[in-house]
């Protein structure tokens, strides 16, 4: 099992945040990576959800609020997470190359870099 640091990363590099996931398989799919990246950071939010949300997709706003923190689903996210990718909402990047089908895998014991870049939609674009 691998232990990695994903990095998000601006579209020219600049690095932005950095979450650490556990118990990796030594292979996995891009769809596999981005799952297991959303179960952390919403277990991270849902731990302390007054902290302010710092994920890959932003959650959606549920239909009827209930008092107090909103706790997030993370197969709800992941699937939005997914969805995403296939929009190229956001690109992965493995050592010097873009990974760009979900079911690509990546050999993470290769111990390569891997970003997550998020692009932002340009105002008036």
């Known amino acids: 099992m691998a232990t990695m640091v994903v990095h998000d990363e601006t579209a ?69 997470a997914e969805r995403a990718f296939e929009r190229n909402g956001f690109f992965v990047l493995v050592g010097d190359r873009q990974v760009e089908l979900l079911d690509e895998e990546i050999d993470l014991a290769a111990g390569e870099h891997v970003a997550f870049v998020r692009l932002v939609p340009l105002v008036g674009g």
Request: charged share 30%; hydrophobic share 35%.
């Open 12 to 80: 020219s590099g600049r690095p932005v945040d950095t979450l650490e996931l556990v118990d990796l398989p030594d292979r996995v799919t891009v769809r596999e990576l981005i799952r297991h990246r959303v179960r952390a950071e919403v277990a991270r939010y849902n731990a302390g959800p007054t902290r302010p949300w710092r994920g890959l997709v932003t959650p959606a706003e549920p239909s009827a609020p209930e008092p107090g923190p909103v706790r997030v689903d993370w197969e709800r996210q992941a699937d939005i």
